[in-house]
């Protein structure tokens, strides 16, 4: 059993729309990404000069034209949590971190954000990219609650347009920066708690997504598409059979707005069922659908019962069912 306490996010101030996109003339519009992919609005760190100057040809100098660092993000976000979660930063004993792209391979970017934070207790990774938050989740479930601190923080640092070549209108269109943050416990009752989860990988597809060291996120699209939604159909239809609950609110991982309206269609979730935020911020990896647990937080009243379900690179993807115990 797994309580969440309070939840966080961040955005960048810099936006990429359509016309943004349109202007860096690399074949595409706003029809075009509205067609495919449903988002209308980006987030970036990154400078809206140096993207239209460089178009990011070389993503070494991309931390440079950042407005922000990940530690930076994920201190915010993780501020807005622990407050959210009503908890001071001396309470928290455990800081775990993890995404599609560490600005730091070394150290642990979670320590680099617990210091931001000034928070000084043990730091590590555990990623699967973008199902870190849904991983994350799994792992401390799994383990002996008397054996991890009382109240966890769980970052999730996803400045990823550092890793876009804004050549390539497939991927330029897709990804927009986004920081989650959440506190979380096994030992202190909240009133939403974890009460189903699974994570399951296939390694054989380890190729499908990758960032590859100081270079570009790539994708096999459509394999990915189809599998995103594949295994997001199947998760959403065993947790509904598992409590024999119709009527599950749902919050899947935010790839893009027209692969979450197929999942929809086909497991018949309504519209005021499902939360999302990809048509506004794009998708923000392993922020993605905490951040849309985040802005939502306060619409779950006792009783709700939540699916939600992301997929990452690895290829790995988890679930989860949150229910509400009480009211905000």
Request: aromatic fraction near 8%; proline fraction near 3%.
């Amino acid at each position: 059993m797994l309580y969440i306490h309070g939840l966080g996010h961040f955005h960048p101030d810099n936006v990429i729309d359509n016309t943004f996109l349109e202007e860096l003339d690399i074949g595409t519009s706003n029809e075009w990404i509205m067609e495919r992919v449903g988002i209308r609005v980006r987030r970036t760190v990154l400078s809206l000069d140096y993207i239209k100057e460089t178009q990011n040809r070389d993503p070494r100098a991309a931390s440079e034209a950042s407005d922000y660092s990940n530690a930076i993000t994920g201190k915010l976000a993780g501020e807005m949590a622990l407050k959210n979660a009503g908890l001071e930063k001396k309470q928290i004993g455990l800081v775990i971190a993890g995404g599609c792209s560490p600005e730091t391979l070394t150290p642990a970017e979670a320590c680099t954000i617990a210091a931001e934070l000034g928070i000084e207790a043990n730091a590590f990774d555990l990623n699967s990219a973008c199902s870190s938050f849904g991983s994350q989740i799994h792992f401390l479930s799994m383990m002996n609650p008397e054996a991890i601190p009382e109240f966890i923080l769980l970052i999730s640092p996803e400045n990823n347009t550092r890793s876009i070549d804004y050549t390539d209108r497939n991927s330029a269109v897709l990804w927009g920066d986004g920081t989650s943050a959440a506190v979380v416990s096994s030992r202190v009752p909240a009133r939403a708690q974890v009460n189903f989860h699974s994570m399951t990988s296939s390694p054989k597809g380890w190729d499908k997504v990758t960032i590859r060291r100081m270079s570009y996120f790539k994708q096999d699209g459509a394999t990915v598409q189809t599998f995103a939604i594949k295994r997001t159909v199947k998760c959403y239809r065993e947790i509904a059979e598992m409590y024999r609950e119709a009527r599950l609110h749902f919050i899947g991982h935010q790839a893009n707005l027209r692969m979450l309206e197929s999942v929809c269609n086909r497991c018949e979730i309504s519209q005021d069922k499902h939360f999302f935020n990809v048509d506004e911020f794009g998708n923000t990896g392993a922020a993605g659908a905490p951040i849309v647990l985040s802005q939502n937080w306060h619409k779950f009243k006792e009783g709700d019962r939540l699916a939600l379900i992301v997929v990452g690179a690895g290829l790995t993807w988890a679930s989860m069912m949150i229910e509400f115990l009480s009211d905000a």
